[in-house]
């Protein structure tokens, strides 16, 4: 008797979580594109902004960076944080060690071999020569460099330097102070 209503407990508890693979996979694909930054090309980018005006959020990162890997899952993906980046920013992925040829503000940009590894000219030119990574590097309207931000940075930090630059605080109150009396209301501490 006892072995029937284990079998019992284990068929009923077991149909109740039964889905198709197909299902598991649309239902986790949902779920990460309404909890996660929906990045953008370069290109694409490019494209939207001259269509409708808005500032540009690069996060420019390399495959074998481990701070970058953990930003992604622990800052990118805070559900909140996510969706005011997306509402904010064309959000763009960069990959600093990319190969493909890119353009930005009428020059043509390349990759450079450097000893085993190598480099994307647009992104030395846009971290100032200061490859380190992950870092995230905001842009105007106009695609003018207002700042970069190095380092990785939690959900918290992130959303206050988010905040800063969508709402245009950069131009009127210095960091510091916006630092000081800004308040979450996106991401819990």
Same mark, same amino acid.
């Given at each position: ?38 990045? #953008? ?30 930003? /992604? ?21 960069? /990959? ?25 000219? #647009?992104?030395?030119? #846009? ?11 905001? #842009? ?50």
């Amino acid at each position: 008797m006892k072995m029937i209503s284990v079998m019992l407990t284990v068929l009923i508890v077991g149909s109740s979580f039964s889905f198709t693979p197909a299902q598991h996979t649309q239902k986790l694909l949902q779920q990460d594109n309404s909890e996660a930054v929906k990045w #953008l090309s370069w290109e694409q980018a490019v494209a939207l902004s001259q269509k409708e005006k808005k500032k540009i959020l690069l996060n420019v990162y390399t495959d074998w960076c481990g701070w970058c890997k953990r930003m /992604d899952k622990a800052t990118f993906q805070e559900p909140n944080l996510a969706r005011y980046i997306n509402d904010n920013f064309y959000p763009v992925k960069f /990959d600093a060690e990319q190969r493909a040829e890119m353009e930005y503000k009428g020059k043509v940009y390349k990759y450079v071999k450097n000893g085993q590894r190598g480099y994307h000219e #647009l992104a030395a030119e #846009l971290l100032k020569g200061r490859l380190s990574f992950p870092t995230v590097v905001f #842009l105007d309207e106009d695609m003018d460099v207002i700042q970069s931000i190095v380092g990785y940075k939690t959900p918290q930090q992130f959303e206050r330097i988010a905040t800063y630059f969508a709402g245009g605080h950069y131009k009127k109150t210095p960091w510091s102070t916006y630092q000081a009396t800004y308040r979450p209301v996106l991401v819990s501490d």
